[in-house]
Each structure stands twice: as structure tokens, then as C-alpha cells.
């Protein structure tokens, strides 16, 4: 599974973005996948993850209510819709997939396939 995400940009405090994540791959309805978002001179943290079905979603204690994870299995797509986002929000923002249908674990040693980061900017 290849990932490409897209879609980041600058926005102001209580401003929205969204996400998106395409993939390749005949497989993609078989893989949950996340997004992971990292900061110079900190490890990358979880941001949010769904199954492969995209029944189950997961979030971080931090974006939980704001944010919003979710797919298309048929357009192979994944998705972060960020609302009411805050300067501690900037960070560069990953696609990652996982090689199981479910989310086992939130760290990023859990996650096979990631895309290339895009750039998230919060200014106060």
C-alpha cells in the first residue's frame, strides 16, 4: 500500500482543515489506517485511527470532539476533518497504514505503510 496525503495548509486558531490520504493498492479495504503528526524535536504521536471496515474509530485524548477521522474504501481515500484547530495543533501530518483491520496499538511501530508528511499551520 502506497500513501500520498494532501490537503495541509495555514489557517487561523478555530479555523478548519481537511485531510486527505490516498492510497494504492488492491488491498486498502483490508488495512486500518491512522494519522500521526509530528513536531521538530518530538516523537510522532497518534492523532486518530480507523478500521478497515471504518466502523471503529479511535482518537486521541487531545483531538477528541475536533477532529474526525474517516474512508472510502471504494475511491481508496482516508480522510482528517480538523475543527476548531490551535496553535499546539501545527505539525506535520502523516497517513500511515496498518497491515490488520483494526487498531492494536497506537504507536507508530504498529503502523507498516506511511505517506508523506503535509504541513498543518495554526497561527494565534
Known amino acids: 500500500v502506497q500513501l500520498q496525503a494532501f490537503g495541509g495548509g495555514l489557517v487561523q486558531t478555530g479555523g478548519s482543515l481537511s485531510l486527505s490520504c490516498a492510497a494504492s493498492?488492491?488491498?486498502?479495504?483490508?488495512?486500518?489506517m491512522g494519522w500521526f503528526r509530528q513536531t521538530p524535536g518530538k516523537e510522532r504521536e497518534f492523532v486518530a485511527g480507523i478500521s478497515a471496515s471504518g466502523i471503529s474509530s479511535y482518537y486521541a485524548d487531545s483531538v477528541k470532539g475536533r477532529f474526525t477521522i474517516s474512508r472510502d474504501n471504494a475511491k481508496k481515500m482516508v480522510y482528517l476533518q480538523m475543527n476548531s484547530l490551535k496553535p499546539e495543533d501545527t505539525a506535520l501530518y502523516y497517513c500511515?497504514?496498518?497491515?490488520?483491520?483494526?487498531?492494536?496499538?497506537?504507536?507508530?511501530?504498529?503502523?507498516?505503510?506511511w505517506g508523506q508528511g503535509t504541513l498543518v499551520t495554526v497561527s494565534s
Open positions: 500511515a497504514g496498518s497491515q490488520l483491520r483494526t487498531i492494536v496499538a497506537v504507536t507508530p511501530n504498529n503502523f507498516d505503510y
Open positions: 493498492g488492491r488491498t486498502f479495504s483490508e488495512h486500518a
